[in-house]
């Protein structure tokens, strides 16, 4: 549902400076946090993310800056709106449990998906504001360009005009939902691009993954993994398409080949 509230973004972007008295929690890739709020709300935050509360949370605000993924249970609290900002999003609830993916720098598509609840989700740069019921998700996409381009800067906000979608999640046969599986030791690729899959490993076990070779980038998987280890998983996906792959310096630097 498209509305037409621009004070979101404006709002959030306003107050919600970073300065010396903000609370920062950090998530290393391979790890995940588990971090309750002063007002009872609780983040899940994934490997390879950041979170700010700026000072005065729970008595004047409740707002944040997100820099990655985290799934947020909001305690209901209509005096003061809970507000996630990312670098494209503005994400508003009141008594809700919702994800956010907003990698920086990363060249791929920001997502907020929502359990329960209801959120409104404004754009930087842009007028409308949108409403999510539960079981859709949002997508803003940087560029037209589905697949995540490696070795090229990444586009900045003002760049480009963001793409929005949205769409409904779905669980798969074995009952989970792609988009928080993360919080359950899986992941989860969904006809993704080995290109698109590295991002995720990389984030997942804290390595840095390159590819010798083109030819393998587009290959495409879907599958499921739960507590498995690089090895094995790189392992499986051989199973299904032709590759071979190096792990160098300790296991913290893979190469692809075809």
Known sequence: MLL???????????????????Q????????????QLQDGSVVRLNGGSQLVIPPGYGKEHRRLELAGEAFFEVQHNTDLPFIVKTELMAVK???????VKAYPNSGIDEETTLISGKVLVALKNKADTFQLLPNQKIKVSRTSDALLQKNIAAVKPADTSAMVSIQPIKQNQDGDV??????????IFTDESFEEIVVSLERWFGVTIS???ELPRNYRFTGSFQRLGLQDILEILQ?????NYQIEENGKKVTIQK
């Open 93 to 99: 609830a009141v008594g809700t449990s919702f994800n």
């Open 211 to 213: 590819f010798e070779d």
């Open 178 to 187: 792609k988009e928080i599986a993360w919080m359950d030791d899986k992941l």
């Open 239 to 243: 199973e299904t398409r032709s590759f």
């Open 4 to 22: 037409a509230v621009g004070w979101l973004w404006v709002h959030t972007i306003s107050g919600a400076a970073a300065t010396a008295e903000s």
């Open 24 to 35: 920062h929690f950090a998530a290393n890739p391979g790890e995940r946090k588990h971090i």
